[in-house]
């Protein structure tokens, strides 16, 4: 049992260490690719492309009645709410529609919106397959089981960690009963960069080789790695202190 134990443990430090040296070498990989086609772009043939993607995008950002395309982009996230539609994909194509101020607003409450049907989804329904569901997850299962799962901490790293499933987390607290607006600040804390990002990368979709676009998503790559990596080393820590307990006892 203690074997089978210690190589679980081995595995997840192997996996937060590979995704965070992963996530840093795509950042820097995206930064050297920046560098190289922000200067093919001046000197090449794109110039006439990016040039029309910028009429579209502004002509799409004139429309009038914007308040019912911000409507139907909030529809869109309730059914984001039960079906499977790729969150970057809603937080881009809102970033293309209006401008970064106004997407990011719009992002974060269809965020909200979201977090929110699952939660009660959660809350209702007691959350029992979404909790064995994400238990599968052995970095999620230890960081829940040795941080406590009543921590904003935790739930802020889950909303950041890639790959965490967004509404097993949102069912998971609400299948426990966690206080609503504890949930809703930690979660859109820890979301926000992410719609911060994707928003920005919306707004700059006509320049796809600039800083502009590329940097949000470096910056996001840094800090989850970053995050991953602060993760991996507080649960050993935890581990070490779980094990200097047990050798007094």
Known sequence: MVNLMEKKNLNRKRVLYATSIGLFVA???????????????AEGGWAEFLHALDKLQTSIQALKNKWLIALAILGVYVLRGFLPIPFPFLLIMTGVMFRPV???????????????????????????????????????REMMAHHGKTKLGVLVALRLIPSVPLNLVSKTYGGMKYPLYD????????????????????GNISQPFTWKFMGPIIVLLILSGVTTLIVNITLEKRKGENKDENSDA
């Open 27 to 41: 950042a820097i990989v995206i930064a050297v690719i920046t560098v190289i086609m922000s200067t093919k772009v």
């Open 102 to 140: 106004n997407a990011i607003l719009i992002n974060t409450v269809g965020t909200t919106i979201v977090f929110v049907i699952n939660y009660f989804w959660g809350k209702f329904t007691g959350g029992g397959v979404a909790i064995k569901k994400l238990e599968k997850y052995d970095n999620v």
């Open 183 to 202: 949930f809703l600040v930690a979660s859109l804390l820890g979301f926000f960069p992410k719609i911060w990002v994707y928003s920005v990368m919306g």
